[in-house]
């Protein structure tokens, strides 16, 4: 079955987070559940170098999960005409707000083997509609739209249904009035699985499988300057 910024710093800490795998409900709907952000911890921030600024870590959404970038140093601004060089203030980070991740049914947005605009359930453009009044709403960096299915069926197949899926959700979200530049799509396949089903088969097997078969909307509040690079 298939269904599928830159700163000088003085030495200190700041907070940032670490990833709690817990899922809360989003809103009324049974169809989206939002990944609960990483709750804060302390972090030590390097001593001041010559000639360069401390760029803050900041979380990011990778294979189904948040993941922790690293801040790093980069080279100071060069000299401006004339010979001046901008002030860089010693100052404390300023942490860009984790991804908000929300996630989808692909089985309760679409019928089986089915993954294109028409082919959404009207609980399904309800839900997406909801998540595009709050994007609008809202100001936000970027959102990206990565559409799963789970490990059975072909890989090719798997891939192209992902992919639909996603663009399909895009559109939707570009309906509602949400900006198609600061929309990604993409179709991940049977990557990133969060389930862990054992030795289950048969039907036990597709119905352990469900969460795999997923659309994830994740919304970048802040992204530090990062989109579009």
């Given at each position: ?145 990565r559409g799963y299915t789970d490990r059975l069926g072909g890989d090719a197949y798997n891939l192209q249904l992902s992919i639909r899926r996603a663009n399909a959700v895009k559109a939707v979200l570009v309906r509602n009035g949400v900006p198609a530049l600061k929309i990604r799509a993409n179709g991940l ?41």
């Amino acid at each position: 079955m298939r269904c599928k910024k830159p700163l000088a710093l003085t030495a200190g800490v700041f907070c940032v987070a670490v990833l709690v795998p817990v899922l809360v409900p989003a809103s009324a709907s049974a169809q989206i559940v939002e990944v609960a952000p990483p709750t804060p911890y302390r972090e030590v921030v390097p001593a001041p170098r010559p000639g360069q600024v401390w760029q803050p870590g900041y979380w990011q959404w990778a294979h189904g999960r948040y993941v922790w970038a690293p801040g790093n140093w980069s080279v100071r601004p060069a000299t401006m005409r004339g010979g001046f060089r901008p002030p860089v203030m010693a100052a404390a980070p300023v942490m860009p707000q984790p991804p908000r991740v929300e996630r989808l049914s692909a089985d309760a947005l679409f019928p089986l083997d089915r993954g294109d605009v028409q082919d959404i359930r009207a609980s399904g453009l309800a839900d997406i509609a909801t998540i595009a009044a709050r994007l609008r709403a809202h100001p936000f960096s970027h959102v990206e739209v990565r559409g799963y299915t789970d490990r059975l069926g072909g890989d090719a197949y798997n891939l192209q249904l992902s992919i639909r899926r996603a663009n399909a959700v895009k559109a939707v979200l570009v309906r509602n009035g949400v900006p198609a530049l600061k929309i990604r799509a993409n179709g991940l396949g049977s990557q990133d699985s969060i389930t862990q089903c054992g030795r289950a088969t048969n039907v036990a097997l597709v119905r352990c499988l469900q969460r795999d078969r997923r659309v994830e909307i994740v919304t970048y509040i802040d992204d530090g300057g990062r989109w579009g690079r």
